[in-house]
C-alpha cells in the first residue's frame, strides 16, 4: 500500500477514484466517524472549549422546519431536535 486518503466531514465536494484517476496503491476511505477513542478525545476538546460548536436547537413540533431548514443549506453548524417536555 502506497497511501491512505481520508476523506473528513460532509461539507458536499467528491473525489473521483478509479483506474487512473488516484496514484497506484492508495486506498480512499469516507468513514462517518472514527474510532471510540477519537470520540473520546473529541468529547474532551469540546469540554475544554477548544472546540467551536453552533448548535441550533429545535423543538420536536419544529422538526419540520429544522429540516427545511438543513435541505436549504440553512443551518449554520448543527442542529438538533429535542422533545418536547
Known amino acids: 500500500m502506497e497511501g491512505d486518503v481520508t476523506i473528513v ?24 466517524w472514527g474510532t471510540r477513542a477519537e470520540l473520546i478525545e473529541v468529547l474532551d476538546l469540546a469540554r475544554t472549549g477548544a472546540v467551536d460548536v453552533h448548535v441550533e436547537t429545535y423543538g420536536m413540533d419544529e422538526a419540520p422546519e429544522a429540516y427545511e431548514r438543513l435541505h436549504e443549506g440553512r443551518i ?10
Open 9 to 32: 466531514g460532509l461539507g458536499g465536494g467528491a473525489l473521483p477514484v478509479g483506474f487512473g484517476s488516484t496514484a497506484y496503491e492508495v486506498s480512499v476511505a469516507s468513514p462517518y
Open 76 to 85: 449554520n453548524g448543527r442542529a438538533v431536535i429535542l422533545p418536547n417536555g
